[in-house]
Protein backbone atom coordinates (compact mmCIF):
# COMPACT_ATOMS: atom_id res chain seq x y z
CA UNK A 1 0.00 0.00 0.00
CA UNK A 2 2.61 2.51 1.06
CA UNK A 3 4.55 1.64 -2.23
CA UNK A 4 1.35 2.22 -4.07
CA UNK A 5 1.01 5.80 -2.19
CA UNK A 6 4.57 6.72 -3.38
CA UNK A 7 4.28 5.97 -6.76
CA UNK A 8 1.05 7.99 -7.20
CA UNK A 9 2.68 10.74 -5.40
CA UNK A 10 5.37 10.91 -8.17
CA UNK A 11 3.49 10.75 -10.97
CA UNK A 12 1.43 13.68 -9.87
CA UNK A 13 4.65 15.48 -9.35
CA UNK A 14 5.86 14.72 -12.86
CA UNK A 15 2.26 15.52 -14.60
CA UNK A 16 2.66 18.76 -12.36
CA UNK A 17 6.16 19.54 -13.97
CA UNK A 18 4.66 19.27 -17.33
CA UNK A 19 1.95 21.56 -16.79
CA UNK A 20 4.25 23.85 -15.44
CA UNK A 21 6.45 23.81 -19.07
CA UNK A 22 3.23 24.09 -20.95
CA UNK A 23 1.52 26.95 -19.18
CA UNK A 24 5.01 28.84 -18.06
CA UNK A 25 7.64 27.55 -20.11
CA UNK A 26 9.61 26.47 -17.07
CA UNK A 27 11.26 22.80 -17.17
CA UNK A 28 11.18 21.31 -13.73
CA UNK A 29 13.11 18.45 -15.15
CA UNK A 30 16.28 20.38 -15.37
CA UNK A 31 16.30 20.97 -11.67
CA UNK A 32 18.06 18.66 -9.64
CA UNK A 33 14.26 16.18 -8.19
CA UNK A 34 15.61 16.10 -4.61
CA UNK A 35 16.24 19.08 -3.76
CA UNK A 36 13.38 21.05 -6.05
CA UNK A 37 10.69 18.59 -5.21
CA UNK A 38 11.32 19.09 -1.26
CA UNK A 39 10.94 22.68 -1.92
CA UNK A 40 7.95 22.88 -3.98
CA UNK A 41 6.21 20.07 -1.47
CA UNK A 42 6.61 22.60 1.66
CA UNK A 43 5.34 25.48 -0.32
CA UNK A 44 2.30 23.26 -1.58
CA UNK A 45 1.64 21.87 1.83
CA UNK A 46 2.05 25.47 3.70
CA UNK A 47 -0.98 26.60 1.56
CA UNK A 48 -2.98 23.66 2.20
CA UNK A 49 -2.90 21.96 -1.58
CA UNK A 50 -3.77 18.14 -0.89
CA UNK A 51 -1.40 17.33 -4.52
CA UNK A 52 0.49 19.03 -7.19
CA UNK A 53 -2.52 19.28 -9.65
CA UNK A 54 -4.71 20.71 -7.19
CA UNK A 55 -1.61 23.27 -6.26
CA UNK A 56 -1.20 23.84 -9.98
CA UNK A 57 -4.89 24.47 -10.96
CA UNK A 58 -4.84 27.67 -8.02
CA UNK A 59 -1.72 28.76 -9.62
CA UNK A 60 -3.49 29.39 -12.99
CA UNK A 61 -6.20 31.28 -10.85
CA UNK A 62 -4.32 33.24 -7.79
CA UNK A 63 -1.24 35.65 -9.35
CA UNK A 64 -0.02 35.82 -5.44
CA UNK A 65 0.49 31.99 -5.65
CA UNK A 66 1.95 31.91 -8.89
CA UNK A 67 4.56 34.96 -8.05
CA UNK A 68 5.43 32.81 -4.33
CA UNK A 69 5.90 29.70 -6.76
CA UNK A 70 8.12 31.71 -9.49
CA UNK A 71 10.44 33.03 -6.39
CA UNK A 72 10.75 29.39 -4.34
CA UNK A 73 12.08 28.61 -7.92
CA UNK A 74 15.03 30.76 -7.07
CA UNK A 75 17.57 31.05 -4.52
CA UNK A 76 17.52 34.38 -3.59
CA UNK A 77 20.60 34.94 -0.72
CA UNK A 78 23.08 37.41 -2.02
CA UNK A 79 24.93 40.24 -0.75
CA UNK A 80 27.42 42.51 -1.92
CA UNK A 81 30.81 41.92 -2.91
CA UNK A 82 30.14 38.02 -2.32
CA UNK A 83 33.42 35.95 -1.77
CA UNK A 84 35.33 39.25 -1.27
CA UNK A 85 38.49 38.06 -2.70
CA UNK A 86 37.35 36.51 -6.37
CA UNK A 87 36.01 40.27 -6.62
CA UNK A 88 39.34 41.58 -5.85
CA UNK A 89 40.58 39.28 -8.63
CA UNK A 90 37.74 40.72 -11.27
CA UNK A 91 39.35 44.26 -9.76
CA UNK A 92 43.00 43.67 -10.53
CA UNK A 93 43.40 41.16 -13.05
CA UNK A 94 40.30 40.42 -14.93
CA UNK A 95 38.51 44.16 -15.65
CA UNK A 96 41.86 45.64 -16.34
CA UNK A 97 42.44 42.97 -18.90
CA UNK A 98 38.96 43.26 -20.45
CA UNK A 99 39.35 47.33 -20.34
CA UNK A 100 43.01 47.33 -22.48
CA UNK A 101 41.74 47.60 -25.95
CA UNK A 102 38.27 48.72 -25.22
CA UNK A 103 37.26 51.29 -23.29
CA UNK A 104 33.35 50.06 -23.23
CA UNK A 105 32.00 47.01 -21.22
CA UNK A 106 28.83 44.92 -21.66
CA UNK A 107 28.45 42.82 -18.40
CA UNK A 108 25.55 40.76 -18.12
CA UNK A 109 24.70 39.91 -14.67
CA UNK A 110 22.96 36.40 -14.79
CA UNK A 111 20.65 35.31 -12.50
CA UNK A 112 20.91 38.78 -10.37
CA UNK A 113 18.23 37.87 -7.57
CA UNK A 114 17.67 40.98 -5.55
CA UNK A 115 20.33 43.09 -7.34
CA UNK A 116 23.27 42.82 -5.40
CA UNK A 117 25.44 41.08 -7.75
CA UNK A 118 24.73 43.73 -10.66
CA UNK A 119 25.24 46.99 -8.48
CA UNK A 120 28.48 45.52 -6.68
CA UNK A 121 29.51 45.54 -10.71
CA UNK A 122 28.55 49.05 -10.96
CA UNK A 123 30.19 50.29 -7.96
CA UNK A 124 33.34 48.42 -8.63
CA UNK A 125 33.58 50.28 -12.04
CA UNK A 126 32.69 53.53 -11.06
CA UNK A 127 34.76 53.69 -8.13
CA UNK A 128 37.93 51.61 -9.54
CA UNK A 129 37.59 52.33 -13.89
CA UNK A 130 35.45 55.88 -13.63
CA UNK A 131 36.70 56.28 -17.36
CA UNK A 132 34.77 52.72 -18.73
CA UNK A 133 31.25 53.11 -20.32
CA UNK A 134 29.98 50.17 -18.99
CA UNK A 135 26.30 48.64 -20.44
CA UNK A 136 25.21 45.87 -17.28
CA UNK A 137 22.04 43.77 -18.34
CA UNK A 138 20.87 42.29 -14.58
CA UNK A 139 17.87 39.47 -15.63
CA UNK A 140 16.37 37.29 -13.11
CA UNK A 141 13.48 34.40 -14.02
CA UNK A 142 11.88 35.90 -10.88
CA UNK A 143 9.50 39.27 -11.51
CA UNK A 144 9.37 39.95 -7.79
CA UNK A 145 12.65 40.06 -6.85
CA UNK A 146 13.45 42.01 -9.70
CA UNK A 147 11.13 44.34 -8.71
CA UNK A 148 13.17 44.11 -5.19
CA UNK A 149 16.23 44.83 -6.99
CA UNK A 150 14.81 47.96 -9.07
CA UNK A 151 14.39 49.73 -5.69
CA UNK A 152 17.47 49.10 -4.71
CA UNK A 153 17.07 49.39 -1.13
CA UNK A 154 18.81 46.52 1.20
CA UNK A 155 19.57 45.29 5.19
CA UNK A 156 22.98 45.69 7.11
CA UNK A 157 23.13 41.98 5.90
CA UNK A 158 23.47 42.25 2.61
CA UNK A 159 26.56 45.07 2.98
CA UNK A 160 28.44 43.11 5.18
CA UNK A 161 31.02 42.33 3.02
CA UNK A 162 31.27 45.84 1.51
CA UNK A 163 34.25 48.50 3.32
CA UNK A 164 32.32 51.25 4.91
CA UNK A 165 33.89 53.80 2.79
CA UNK A 166 31.84 52.33 0.41
CA UNK A 167 29.09 52.03 2.46
CA UNK A 168 28.67 55.58 3.01
CA UNK A 169 29.66 57.09 -0.33
CA UNK A 170 27.09 54.90 -1.89
CA UNK A 171 24.31 54.12 0.36
CA UNK A 172 21.74 56.39 2.17
CA UNK A 173 20.58 54.67 5.27
CA UNK A 174 17.06 55.32 6.52
CA UNK A 175 15.96 53.48 9.69
CA UNK A 176 17.87 49.96 9.59
CA UNK A 177 17.76 49.86 5.58
CA UNK A 178 20.25 51.28 3.31
CA UNK A 179 19.23 52.99 -0.44
CA UNK A 180 21.66 52.58 -3.04
CA UNK A 181 22.57 56.04 -5.11
CA UNK A 182 20.50 56.50 -8.00
CA UNK A 183 23.90 57.37 -10.12
CA UNK A 184 24.64 53.08 -9.71
CA UNK A 185 21.33 52.47 -11.44
CA UNK A 186 21.80 54.62 -14.96
CA UNK A 187 23.99 51.84 -16.27
CA UNK A 188 21.62 48.64 -14.98
CA UNK A 189 19.08 47.29 -17.01
CA UNK A 190 16.70 44.92 -15.45
CA UNK A 191 14.98 42.32 -17.18
CA UNK A 192 13.20 38.86 -17.07
CA UNK A 193 14.96 35.93 -18.39
CA UNK A 194 15.07 31.97 -17.74
CA UNK A 195 18.45 30.83 -18.18
CA UNK A 196 16.77 27.40 -19.52
CA UNK A 197 14.59 28.91 -22.23
CA UNK A 198 14.95 32.44 -23.19
CA UNK A 199 17.31 33.53 -26.10
CA UNK A 200 21.03 34.67 -24.83
CA UNK A 201 22.38 38.24 -25.13
CA UNK A 202 25.35 38.43 -27.52
CA UNK A 203 28.64 39.70 -27.58
CA UNK A 204 29.22 39.91 -23.67
CA UNK A 205 32.51 41.20 -22.07
CA UNK A 206 31.61 39.39 -19.18
CA UNK A 207 29.09 37.20 -17.85
CA UNK A 208 28.61 37.10 -13.69
CA UNK A 209 27.06 33.46 -12.71
CA UNK A 210 27.07 32.43 -9.37
CA UNK A 211 25.79 30.17 -7.20
CA UNK A 212 22.64 29.39 -9.23
CA UNK A 213 24.10 26.51 -11.37
CA UNK A 214 24.42 24.11 -8.50
CA UNK A 215 20.51 24.03 -8.02
CA UNK A 216 20.45 22.37 -12.00
CA UNK A 217 21.12 18.72 -13.17
CA UNK A 218 24.02 18.10 -14.98
CA UNK A 219 22.49 18.46 -18.18
CA UNK A 220 21.41 21.71 -17.69
CA UNK A 221 24.55 22.84 -16.15
CA UNK A 222 26.11 21.49 -19.94
CA UNK A 223 23.45 23.91 -21.96
CA UNK A 224 23.63 26.98 -19.83
CA UNK A 225 27.53 26.99 -20.20
CA UNK A 226 27.34 26.38 -23.82
CA UNK A 227 24.94 29.09 -23.94
CA UNK A 228 27.29 31.65 -22.10
CA UNK A 229 30.31 30.73 -24.09
CA UNK A 230 27.85 31.53 -27.10
CA UNK A 231 27.11 34.88 -25.56
CA UNK A 232 30.75 36.23 -25.19
CA UNK A 233 32.69 38.10 -26.99
CA UNK A 234 36.52 36.30 -27.86
CA UNK A 235 38.38 36.80 -24.96
CA UNK A 236 35.31 37.19 -22.58
CA UNK A 237 35.14 36.16 -19.20
CA UNK A 238 32.69 34.00 -17.56
CA UNK A 239 32.69 34.60 -14.02
CA UNK A 240 31.17 31.14 -11.90
CA UNK A 241 30.30 30.67 -7.95
CA UNK A 242 32.98 29.47 -5.42
CA UNK A 243 30.92 25.45 -6.16
CA UNK A 244 30.71 25.90 -9.78
CA UNK A 245 34.43 24.77 -10.96
CA UNK A 246 34.12 23.91 -14.95
CA UNK A 247 35.94 20.51 -14.92
CA UNK A 248 36.33 20.31 -18.74
CA UNK A 249 35.62 23.83 -19.84
CA UNK A 250 37.61 23.30 -23.07
CA UNK A 251 34.38 21.26 -24.19
CA UNK A 252 32.78 25.12 -24.03
CA UNK A 253 35.27 27.24 -25.84
CA UNK A 254 36.58 28.12 -22.61
CA UNK A 255 39.98 27.92 -20.78
CA UNK A 256 40.63 29.18 -16.81
CA UNK A 257 41.99 32.68 -16.46
CA UNK A 258 41.73 32.20 -12.90
CA UNK A 259 39.78 30.37 -10.37
CA UNK A 260 36.07 30.42 -11.09
CA UNK A 261 36.92 32.95 -14.26
CA UNK A 262 36.45 31.22 -17.51
CA UNK A 263 37.92 32.87 -20.67
CA UNK A 264 36.05 32.59 -24.31
CA UNK A 265 38.77 31.04 -26.18
Known amino acids: MFGRGAELMIDDYIEFTKKVKQKLGIDLQLYKETQ ?15 SFIIYFDALCNDEMLLKEFTDRLT ?7 RNPR ?4 LKDRILPMLLQNNGRLSIWSAACSTGEEPYSL ?36 ALKELPNPLRKKYFTKTGSLYKIDDALKKDITFKKHNLLA ?9 IVCRNVLIYFTDKAKEAIYQNFSNALKTNGV ?24 YQKQ
Open 75 to 81: INVSEFY
Open 198 to 206: DRYPVHVDL
Open 36 to 50: MKRRLTTLRNKRGFP
Open 86 to 89: RWDV
Open 238 to 261: LFVGSTEQIFNPNQFALNLADTFF
Open 122 to 157: ALMIKEHFPAAAVQILATDIDELVLSKAQQGVYTEQ
